[in-house]
């Protein structure tokens, strides 16, 4: 069965780090980009950060560029989301999805990141 | 960035009913756009890619056009299982922007 599985997620303060982790089953990982997706409660969706199926191409959002990090561990089946400085408004639940053809085909369940004091 | 702005945000139908939501990108997105089923409590579902194409095991029912900058999702004869939130989406550049979405509810 094709899955992902994230893990992670808690609750933190503001300021501290986070790493959330998204595990891959049921197909060939590294040829696939991977993505992660949030949702604030109550809210829409929003493209946080992308990496390339060999990890050579990232992209970050403008709100979390310079404070999140992707990754990942083919050799695990593994994508990361290291996650620093974190924000009120970084506060959701956290998807990765893969990328097929012209869309996110694969979701997994979420994980939830509160960040408060 | 290019926006998308989805229409309407909120939309009252009864199951039967036809509806149809607009996404207009602020800027040429080409042909890719997808169309994402959201439930409560639930990870997006992808319904509709490259603008028209439905994804295996959606219903026919789900379909997608183009016309310019804009696109539709249309759902015919409405189900009960379709009443949900839907979210456009664009992969033609970096950041993959979200529509704002649309929360189909029950008359």
């Known amino acids: 069965e094709v899955q992902l599985v994230e893990s992670g997620g808690g609750l933190v303060q503001p300021g501290g780090s986070l790493r959330l982790s998204c595990g891959a089953s049921?197909?060939?990982?590294?040829?696939?980009?991977m993505h992660w997706v949030r949702q604030a409660p109550g809210k829409g969706l929003e493209s946080v950060s992308t990496?390339?199926?060999?990890?050579?191409?990232?992209f970050y959002a403008d709100s979390v560029k310079g404070r999140f990090t992707i990754s990942r561990d083919n050799s695990k089946n593994t994508v990361y989301l290291q996650m620093g400085s974190l924000r009120p408004e970084d506060m959701g639940v956290y998807y990765c999805?893969?990328?097929?053809?012209?869309?996110?085909?694969?979701w997994g369940q979420g994980t939830m990141v509160t960040v408060s004091s | 960035d290019i926006q998308l702005t989805q229409s309407p945000s909120f939309l009252s139908a009864s199951v039967g009913d036809r509806v149809t939501i607009t996404c207009r990108a602020s800027?040429?997105?080409?042909?890719?756009l997808a169309w994402y089923q959201q439930k409560p409590g639930k990870a997006p579902n992808l319904l509709i890619y490259?603008?028209?194409t439905l994804q295996s095991g959606v219903p026919s029912r789900f379909s997608g056009s183009r016309s310019g900058t804009g696109f539709t999702l249309t759902i015919t004869s409405l189900q009960p299982e379709d009443f949900a939130t839907y979210y456009c989406?664009?992969?033609?550049?970096?950041?993959?922007?979200f529509g704002q979405g649309t929360k189909l509810e029950t008359k």
């Open positions: 999805a893969r990328r097929a053809s012209d869309g996110l085909d694969i």
């Open positions: 049921g197909f060939t990982f590294s040829d696939y980009p």
């Open positions: 990496i390339s199926g060999l990890g050579g191409t990232t």
């Open positions: 800027q040429g997105v080409g042909s890719d």
């Open positions: 490259y603008t028209s």
């Open positions: 989406q664009q992969l033609n550049a970096y950041p993959y922007t």
